[in-house]
T-cell receptor
Framework: KAGVTQTPRYLIKTRGQQVTLSCSPISGHRSVSWYQQTPGQGLQFLFEYFSETQRNKGNFPGRFSGRQFSNSRSEMNVSTLELGDSALYLC??????????????FGPGTRLTVL | KQEVTQIPAALSVPEGENLVLNCSFTDSAIYNLQWFRQDPGKGLTSLLLIQSSQREQTSGRLNASLDKSSGRSTLYIAASQPGDSATYLCAVRRYSGGSYIPTFGRGTSLIVHP
């Protein structure tokens, strides 16, 4: 079974631009979560999607948004990029996310650099 | 607000040593605790998942314990090997909106040298 894939793996943008990152979950997984990892703040939860609906959201500004498609693939978008948005963005999928024993499977991440 | 602390932040040991990594959390109302491993520039790999009703879980040379009442978990690595070099993160999950949302610690960076 293929793992979680994220594209692109590396991205360089300038302040003020917007960016879209993509995540393809493991086949059959319906829950997709996004995380931001920085040296300063560590790993922080952004949002979770299940069946094309945002089920949970972390404490991030509205510039961060996402969506999920009917095939469970997900995208996240960051508008009006700031220097502080430079980070490793990780996507994780799980079968449903509702099982207390559900394990999340992480992708390799997208490294975003904002200049 | 849940806070997760991992001690030590970094550790360098010779091969063969037995190790203990610590994770503490401020809110004991958790559903489970999970230990992950992260290799440089890569995503996270799940190592062990302990339910709130459990005391410990074992997988190979790894053993994780959970004391929910005191807000502590330890990850024990027996007979460490250079291939164990990585950052180890713990995450506690709370229930929200129909799913279980994790709060992560900052991790322990482990180097095992030959």
């Amino acid at each position: 079974k293929a793992g979680v894939t994220q594209t692109p793996r590396y991205l360089i943008k300038t302040r003020g631009q917007q960016v879209t990152l993509s995540c393809s979950p493991i086949s059959g997984h319906r829950s997709v979560s996004w995380y931001q990892q920085t040296p300063g703040q560590g790993l922080q939860f952004l949002f979770e999607y299940f069946s094309e609906t945002q089920r949970n959201k972390g404490n991030f500004p509205g510039r961060f948004s996402g969506r999920q498609f009917s095939n469970s693939r997900s995208e996240m978008n960051v508008s009006t990029l700031e220097l502080g948005d430079s980070a490793l963005y990780l996507c994780a999928s799980s079968p449903s996310g509702t099982g207390v024993t559900d394990t999340q499977y992480f992708g390799p991440g997208t490294r975003l650099t904002v200049l | 607000k849940q806070e997760v602390t991992q001690i030590p932040a970094a550790l360098s040991v010779p091969e063969g040593e037995n190790l203990v990594l610590n994770c503490s959390f401020t809110d004991s109302a958790i559903y489970n605790l999970q230990w992950f491993r992260q290799d440089p520039g890569k995503g996270l790999t799940s190592l062990l998942l302990i339910q709130s009703s459990q005391r410990e879980q074992t997988s190979g040379r790894l053993n994780a314990s959970l004391d929910k009442s005191s807000g502590r978990s330890t990850l024990y690595i027996a007979a460490s090997q250079p291939g164990d070099s990585a950052t180890y993160l713990c995450a506690v999950r709370r229930y929200s909106g129909g799913s279980y949302i994790p709060t992560f610690g900052r991790g322990t960076s482990l180097i095992v040298h030959p």
